[in-house]
């Protein structure tokens, strides 16, 4: 994913403002929004895209779209995603990477 830092990128963020980064989160840090684990803000909610469902018995990785950028999420096994259906994720945010995007060194 392509975003430009804003102004809470932090000390080693601060002189990346206005400049492009790449962003990550891990499978992990992505729930289902019916499912969200306690102590995890749900202030960055999204609706996507499930492109294909896994399950795996104790979690459930779903493979999902938005805006042309594609996620890989790690849900509860209580989910009802399937193929085709839209929604609602949560992203973790206290655990997303930004990265330089010329040089990919960890800014967060």
Do not use: C, W
């Amino acid at each position: 994913m392509h975003h430009r830092a804003g102004p809470s990128g932090g000390a080693r963020g601060i002189d990346h403002v206005g400049k492009p980064i790449y962003f990550g989160i891990r499978p992990e840090d992505i729930h289902d929004a019916n499912y969200v684990p306690r102590g995890v803000s749900e202030d960055a909610r999204v609706d996507v895209e499930i492109d294909v469902t896994e399950p795996l018995g104790s979690e459930v990785y779903a493979y999902v779209h938005k805006g042309g950028k594609e996620f890989i999420g790690r849900f509860d096994p209580r989910t009802n995603a399937r193929t085709g259906d839209t929604l609602p994720i949560v992203l973790d945010m206290d655990k997303m990477h930004i990265f330089d995007r010329d040089t990919e060194q960890a800014l967060r």
